[in-house]
């Protein structure tokens, strides 16, 4: 997972586009970066690893001033944990430095891609990124093949296989796409803004996500549709070049998880989405004594929603039991057990006081590898809880996924190794309830447009026939 930002005819669009980025930053934190179209007509670009006030400081910015400007935060997926595979991507056409690219997902055919490029046009990468990979397949169609930017970007879609939602400056355009199953999400917005010389007064403004329109004074007009192609020129209205859509999957790991709550992603609340997963699960509880010492807490901050609704479901209290260090990041998105183990440790501190004799319901979002709520589970008992009910407002992760989301192998995912009750065992948990794939009927009006590949290995794209190795699960209930 990572988050792409996009300002089109502003001045000053390099500022709304790190604005964007910091709102965003919760969908990578590893390194984030920057590319603007100067008033010389060049494409400059700039990237570090960090977070996006560390990086994209005032100095950074006053040097990648502009009035095109796109931006990345990345966590990585496929790809190393270095500044090589950091976004977004500068590529020097043959009359200069006019273009560049930032992705967020994931190129399941990367490998075959990257192959014809080296042997066919003797393209020499510099990252292992899909970003890259895909402004070089546009270069390649639009500049060796000479074929025009509109049906090079169209070509680049049909060939690539997976999930993408970009951003590419090419000149003095800038153009916004999406795969064809909108996997990722990627919403457009308008800003009202001062015009100033050639500049109109008012601009486009592109995200993963919505949450950082409010900060820049923009505000939401629709998503880029799956398969669409946007072109935005100056003096010309926001243009649909082409449009391939296929069945919509978007990812539902998306409202689960990762996306902010407040955010409106694939169209949805994002909070409202996660208070309905809260009351689905309370409803699978309705054999479970009411009491005095009965009490809701959510793994803050993407679980609170749900908690929230679980409680209201069952009228019992939600409480803030564990407080979060907001400075330690999200674990799940660290690169390495190691660092995840020890995140885990620091972010969360129970509130003193709270749960000597108390019932808990300790309500997460997804349990991956399970190690994180494994320690929950001793941190609440040995802060005095009577019992520990875990509640999961996904299904068991089961498989990897392809499109962009860092789940990990086989062996690492705790439901592939261990029945729910073994899971229950394994952290101390007095007992273990999921969300099942069919319950999202009740969360969702669209279900079937969504991908819950990692919960029932139905993915969109046969990851075996990309060279990929499909997890079979090992234990199912
Ligand atoms: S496999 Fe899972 S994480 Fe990946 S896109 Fe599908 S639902 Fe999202």
Same mark, same amino acid.
């Given at each position: ?6 300002? #089109?005819?502003? @001045? ?74 950091? @976004?977004? #991507? ?32 003797? +393209? ?35 060939? !690539? ?13 800038? #153009? ?36 950082? *329109? ?6 939401? =007009? ?13 003096? @010309? ?26 955010? &409106? ?18 409803? %699978? ?22 908690? @929230? ?31 995840? &183990?020890?995140?885990?440790?620091? %972010? ?32 609440? %008992? ?6 520990? /009910? =875990?509640? =999961? ?36 948990? &007095? ?11 009740? !969360? ?7 991908? *819950? ?12 026939? +990309?060279?990929? %190795?499909?997890?079979?699960?090992? /234990?199912? &209930?």
């Amino acid at each position: 997972m990572c988050g792409i930002a996009g300002a #089109f005819g502003v @001045q000053n669009a390099e500022r709304l586009v790190a604005e964007i980025l910091f709102a965003t930053q919760h969908r990578g934190q590893e390194s984030c970066g920057i590319a603007s179209r100067n008033p010389r007509g060049n494409v400059t670009a700039y990237k570090a690893m960090g977070l996006v006030k560390n990086v994209l400081t005032e100095e950074v910015l006053d040097r990648h001033a502009g009035d095109v400007s796109i931006g990345h935060v990345r966590y990585p997926t496929a790809g190393s944990s270095d500044l090589a595979n950091a @976004q977004p #991507f500068a590529i020097d056409l043959a009359e200069g430095p006019h273009m560049a690219i930032c992705a967020n997902g994931d190129i399941i055919n990367y490998g075959e891609l990257r192959s014809f490029l080296e042997r066919e046009a003797g +393209f020499t990468f510099i990252s292992d990124n899909d970003g890259e990979l895909m402004g070089r397949l546009i270069a390649y169609y639009h500049v060796v093949r000479d074929i025009p930017i509109e049906e090079a970007i169209a070509k680049t879609m049909a060939e !690539v296989k997976g999930a993408f939602a970009t951003m590419l400056i090419l000149r003095d355009k800038l #153009f916004a796409f999406r795969d064809p199953h909108g996997i990722r999400p990627m919403v457009m917005g308008h800003l009202e803004c001062e015009g100033t010389g050639d500049l109109p007064s008012e601009g486009t403004v592109f995200a993963s996500e919505g949450c950082g *329109f409010g900060i820049i004074g923009a505000r939401a =007009v629709r998503e880029v549709a799956p398969g669409e192609i946007l072109c935005l020129e100056r003096g @010309q209205p926001v243009r649909t070049v082409a449009s391939y859509p296929e069945a919509p999957r978007h990812c539902v790991f998306e409202l689960i998880y990762f996306s902010r709550p407040d955010s &409106d992603t694939f169209g949805e609340r994002v909070w409202e989405v996660r208070r309905r997963i809260g009351a689905c699960l309370a409803a %699978k509880d309705a054999d479970m004594p009411i009491g005095d010492d009965l009490v809701v807490i959510p793994v803050p901050d993407s679980s609170n929603f749900v908690a @929230q609704g679980y409680a209201e479901a069952r009228g019992i209290p939600f409480g803030m039991g564990l407080l979060r260090n907001h400075y330690v990041g999200r674990t799940f998105i660290r690169p390495n057990q190691k660092s995840r &183990d020890e995140g885990v440790k620091q %972010k969360f501190n129970p509130l003193p006081g709270f749960f000597p004799g108390k019932r808990v319901v300790l309500v997460d979002d997804s349990i991956v590898r399970g190690t994180s709520v494994r320690k929950l589970v001793r941190m609440i %008992k040995a802060a005095g809880a009577r019992e520990v /009910h =875990v509640r =999961v407002g996904s299904p068991p992760v089961i498989g990897s996924c392809y499109y962009g989301i860092d789940t990990p192998t086989r062996d690492e995912l705790i439901a592939n190794r261990l029945s729910v009750a073994g899971i229950a065992e394994y952290m101390n948990a &007095d007992s273990l309830k999921y969300m099942d794939v069919a319950d999202f009927d009740r !969360v969702l009006p669209a279900p079937g447009d969504y991908c *819950f590949a990692c919960f029932n290995l139905d993915y969109i794209y046969p990851p075996e026939q +990309f060279g990929h %190795k499909v997890n079979v699960p090992q /234990h199912r &209930d």
